[in-house]
């Protein structure tokens, strides 16, 4: 199962770098795009954002599991 964590920490790291994950993943996702544009440049690519997005909700439930 770390793997699994592991895999998913290296797919966002390749999206945005090592630290992006750091800065953004306990922000509500209006927060994050504004800082990932703070960071980034205000061009960034939006399709780019939703993968990176998809791979940190995934992440926060590797994290924070789903009540039994």
């Given at each position: 199962?770390?793997?699994q ?14 630290y ?35 791979i ?13």
């Open positions: 199962m770390k793997d964590l592991e895999d998913l920490i290296d797919a966002a790291c390749d999206l945005y770098g090592n992006s994950i750091y800065e953004v993943i306990d922000l509500v996702r209006s927060s994050a795009i504004e800082r990932m544009m703070e960071m980034y440049g205000q061009e960034i690519d939006m399709e780019k954002v939703e993968r990176y997005f998809s940190l909700d995934q992440i926060c439930e590797w994290r924070d599991p789903a009540p039994l």
